[in-house]
């Protein structure tokens, strides 16, 4: 089964999902869990922030 892990470079955003399409709702929930009732500015983070993340995909999948 195809286990694809994301984290976040700088902060405790972590997520995974069995697809790419499903890690990207995956990505947008963490997020927003990660902010909600938090100033944005005492996480060094702007209004609309960028933020970096690390994907790992298993190499197997590649050449399935």
Not at 17 to 29: A, G, M, P
Not at 41 to 47: D, F, M, P, R
């Given at each position: 089964t195809l286990q694809?892990?994301?984290n976040g470079i700088g902060h405790?955003?972590?997520t995974d999902s069995?697809?790419?399409e499903e890690l990207q709702d995956n990505i947008?929930?963490?997020v927003s869990l990660y902010t909600e009732g938090e100033d944005l500015a005492s996480l060094g983070l702007t209004h609309k922030p960028s933020l970096l993340?690390?994907?790992e995909i298993p190499t197997l999948d590649y050449f399935a």
């Amino acid at each position: 089964t195809l286990q694809i892990q994301l984290n976040g470079i700088g902060h405790p955003i972590v997520t995974d999902s069995k697809t790419l399409e499903e890690l990207q709702d995956n990505i947008q929930n963490a997020v927003s869990l990660y902010t909600e009732g938090e100033d944005l500015a005492s996480l060094g983070l702007t209004h609309k922030p960028s933020l970096l993340m690390n994907i790992e995909i298993p190499t197997l999948d590649y050449f399935a």
